[in-house]
């Protein structure tokens, strides 16, 4: 158990449609990542926030955005879906102390778009 | 730009035999790099992290690497392949920037032969 916890483990919902995906970070950790893990695109990095703040973006489409809340957790906000979008949405935390901390990841949140 | 290659997206070993999986880096400054694992319907694990320390690294699950600086590799070994090693294997880099996120390769999936 890495700690990290992601909810929904598993969305099904249609073109069109806006989701939510959530992740809790390890207890300590202030750094969290996204990344979406597709067949075609493998492990794609999506956004990095650190404390609150938006540390460094990816490639996350326009369509997605994310926020991280005082207390840490964070949500995923996806928008105007496409069946492109069906991927598994990993988020990762890591303590982030400048010695390139380990990230951990949780297990996913596997989106269907139909 | 940092990046790392996999080589070979799938490496077939029977039980008990070596298991080689192939990563080469592309940086200009030392880089940091890791592996990482993934089991079916799981997160990524961190098998092991290069950080300069020493060029030989120990990880979980009888795993090593070997920082190669002429060669620019950081190849993944374990002497004797076990039936549970069957994952996905991901190479990656932490990017020297204002972020510690990690950019992966496309991954390696070991198959183990009984």
């Known amino acids: 158990d890495s700690g990290v916890t992601q909810t929904p483990k598993h969305l099904i919902t249609a073109t069109g449609q806006r989701v939510t995906l959530r992740c809790s970070p390890r207890?300590?950790?202030?750094?969290v990542y996204w990344y979406q893990q597709s067949l075609d695109q493998g492990l794609q990095f999506l956004i990095h926030?650190?404390?609150?703040?938006?540390?460094a973006k990816g490639n996350i489409l326009e369509r997605f955005s994310a926020q991280q809340f005082p207390d840490l957790h964070s949500e995923l906000n996806l928008s105007s879906l496409e069946l492109g979008d069906s991927a598994l949405y990993f988020c990762a935390s890591s303590v982030e102390g400048g010695d390139h901390s380990p990230l951990h990841f949780g297990n996913g949140t596997r989106l269907t778009v139909t | 730009a940092q990046s790392v290659t996999q080589l070979g997206s799938h490496v077939s070993v029977s039980e008990g035999a070596l298991v080689l999986l192939r990563c080469n880096y592309s940086?200009?400054?030392?880089?940091?790099l890791f592996w990482y694992v993934q089991y079916p319907n799981q997160g990524l694990q961190l098998l092991l992290k290069?950080?300069?320390?020493?060029?030989l690294v120990k990880g979980i699950n009888g795993f090593e690497a070997e920082f190669k600086k002429s060669e620019t590799s950081f190849h993944l070994t374990k002497p004797s392949a076990h039936m549970s090693d069957a994952a996905e294997y991901f190479c990656a880099v932490s990017l020297m920037d204002s972020s510690y996120k990690l950019i992966f390769g496309s991954g390696t999936r070991l198959l183990v032969r009984p």
């Open positions: 290069y950080t300069s320390a020493a060029t």
């Open positions: 207890s300590g950790d202030l750094s």
């Open positions: 926030y650190y404390n609150g703040e938006e540390r």
């Open positions: 940086s200009s400054v030392p880089p940091y």
